[in-house]
């Protein structure tokens, strides 16, 4: 079972940057699906960016379309979700999950502790 450390968040005036990490330990990524979720408060998880393993095509919420990136590294065990043009209603604790078998989907089965966003001025 691989364990997950995000990192990255912080807090950042609107428009600004963040570059979140997600990093796995007790193996490498090779074979899962790594997707970025934000969740505020009590709300629920809301899925913001996937990326398939087997092709490596991605996928984006429409409130973040233009503005985030998601990747993977070749060091196989880290990916990231660069987040530009930040606007206060990205503010939340997010979180990566994996999802074995490279696909992306509604489910996943490990998910890291969450690194907290805030973009405030």
């Known amino acids: 079972q691989l364990l997950l450390v995000e990192s990255g968040g912080g807090l950042v005036q609107p428009g600004g940057s963040l570059r979140l ?15 970025w979720f934000r969740q505020v408060s009590e709300k629920e998880r809301e899925g913001i960016s996937c990326i398939n393993n087997s ?6 919420a429409d409130s973040v379309k233009g503005r985030f990136t998601i990747s993977r590294d070749n060091t196989r065990i880290t990916a990231f979700l660069q987040m530009n043009s930040l606007k206060p209603e990205d503010t939340g604790n997010y979180f990566c999950g994996i999802r074995f078998g490279g696909l992306c989907d509604d489910s996943y089965d490990s998910w890291g502790q969450g690194t907290q966003v805030t973009v405030s001025s």
């Open 21 to 35: 990490s997600c990093t796995a330990s007790g193996g490498t990524l090779d074979t899962y699906a790594v997707g």
């Open 55 to 60: 092709d490596g095509r991605t996928n984006y």
